[in-house]
C-alpha cells in the first residue's frame, strides 16, 4: 500500500511531467553502465548550468544513445568519475536523456556541482545550431526542475562558460540562452 504523502509526491510529479510535456529516457533505456557511486542533492538548489559536449551531434534515438554511452564511458574509465557527469542530456532529437537524474550531485562545473544541475545539449554547438526542439525540450525540464522543487522558481542560469575557464556551451548554444529569462549576465 502507498502512504498517503507517497501518493501526493506521485501525483505531483506525474502532473509536472503531463504539464510540461517532458519524457525522460531513462537511463535504463539508454544503456547506461551502472553508477559507481552516487551523492544526493538538495531540492532548492539556485542554479542551473548549461552545458554543450563538445562531441558528436546526434539527431536520431538510436544515434543519441550510442553517444550517450560513449561519453558516460569516456566519464567513468577515463576522467574516472563515478557517472556521466550531467544531470540532464538533450539530444539533436529532442528527447531529453536521464544522465545523473534528479537529486544526484553531478560532476559538470568544479565549484558548481552541489548548487546546481547540469543540462548538457548533444554535440558542439560552436558548429551546430539548437533546434527549435532541443530548446523547446531544455525549457521544459527547467520548468518541471522548478515545479518538483529541484531549483527555485528564481534560479539563475549559466552557461558553463560563467563559472568556469571554458567555451562551453559553444558560441550558438551559449547566443541562444542569453535570452531565456532565467539567465544572468
Same mark, same amino acid.
Request: charged letters at 10%; aromatic letters at 10%; hydrophobic letters at 40%.
Given at each position: ?11 505531483v510529479l506525474f502532473c509536472a511531467q503531463a504539464v510540461f510535456g517532458i519524457t525522460i529516457i531513462s537511463k535504463s533505456e539508454w544503456g547506461a553502465a551502472p553508477a559507481n557511486g552516487?551523492?544526493? @542533492? #538538495? =531540492? ?14 546526434? %539527431?536520431?534515438? *538510436? +544515434? ?33 536523456y536521464e544522465g545523473r537524474g534528479w537529486n544526484v550531485m553531478g560532476a559538470h562545473a568544479t565549484n558548481w ?8 545539449? @548533444? #554535440? =558542439? ?14 525549457? %521544459?525540464?527547467? *520548468? +518541471? ?41
Amino acid at each position: 500500500m502507498v502512504s498517503k504523502a507517497a501518493f501526493s509526491l506521485l501525483a505531483v510529479l506525474f502532473c509536472a511531467q503531463a504539464v510540461f510535456g517532458i519524457t525522460i529516457i531513462s537511463k535504463s533505456e539508454w544503456g547506461a553502465a551502472p553508477a559507481n557511486g552516487k551523492t544526493t @542533492l #538538495g =531540492n532548492g538548489l539556485a542554479y542551473a548550468v548549461i552545458h554543450h559536449t563538445a562531441g558528436n551531434y546526434c %539527431s536520431t534515438k *538510436a +544515434a543519441c544513445m550510442q553517444e550517450l554511452r560513449n561519453i558516460q564511458s569516456y566519464h567513468q574509465k577515463t576522467l574516472g568519475w563515478a557517472d556521466i557527469g550531467y544531470n540532464f542530456l538533450i539530444g539533436g532529437d529532442g528527447n531529453i536523456y536521464e544522465g545523473r537524474g534528479w537529486n544526484v550531485m553531478g560532476a559538470h562545473a568544479t565549484n558548481w556541482n552541489s548548487k546546481s544541475i547540469g543540462i548538457s545539449f @548533444l #554535440g =558542439n554547438y560552436n558548429n551546430s545550431k539548437p533546434t527549435a526542439a532541443q530548446i523547446s525540450a531544455a525549457k %521544459s525540464l527547467l *520548468a +518541471a526542475a522548478v515545479s518538483r522543487g529541484q531549483i527555485v522558481s528564481g534560479y539563475t542560469l549559466y552557461g558553463h562558460r560563467q563559472v568556469g575557464s571554458t567555451e562551453c556551451p559553444g558560441t550558438n548554444l551559449w547566443n541562444e540562452i542569453k535570452q531565456w529569462p532565467n539567465w544572468k549576465a
